[in-house]
């Protein structure tokens, strides 16, 4: 099985900055495309920057300029950094990979789910 582990999560007054880090383990073969997605109360996940394994990123138009995500293929990891935090972001983020198990199919990744963080922005 493929893990993801989420951090960096907690309670930033607006404007403020953090950093998320997912980092994934297990049986991995391959890590295709990585990404961050958010969960706002009484609303639906919606994407908040992806990344391929070659770097190529996408972000959704709420956080461009704010919002950078980032990847170290070595660790296998994920970065989110976040700046000019607004009330607005605050939801569970949760951490997004296409991943292939020692043994599987890479032209078929599984995808899998961190069990997500806590952003919450306040003054």
């Known amino acids: 099985q493929v893990q993801l582990v989420e951090s960096g999560g907690g309670l930033v007054q607006p404007g403020g900055s953090l950093r998320l880090s997912c980092a994934a383990s297990?049986?991995?073969?391959?890590?295709?495309?990585m990404g961050w997605y958010r969960q706002a109360p009484g609303k639906q996940r919606e994407l908040v920057a992806s990344?391929?394994?070659?770097?190529?990123?996408n972000y959704a138009d709420s956080v461009k300029g704010r919002f950078t995500i980032s990847r170290d293929n070595a660790k296998n990891t994920v970065y989110l950094q976040i700046h000019s935090l607004k009330l607005e972001d605050t939801a569970v983020y949760y951490c997004?990979?296409?991943?292939?198990?020692?043994?599987?199919?890479?032209?078929?990744?599984?995808?899998?789910w961190g069990q997500g963080t806590q952003v919450t922005v306040s003054s």
């Open positions: 997004n990979a296409e991943a292939t198990r020692v043994g599987g199919n890479p032209y078929y990744p599984d995808e899998y």
């Open positions: 297990g049986s991995i073969l391959r890590i295709r495309g």
């Open positions: 990344i391929t394994s070659g770097g190529s990123t």
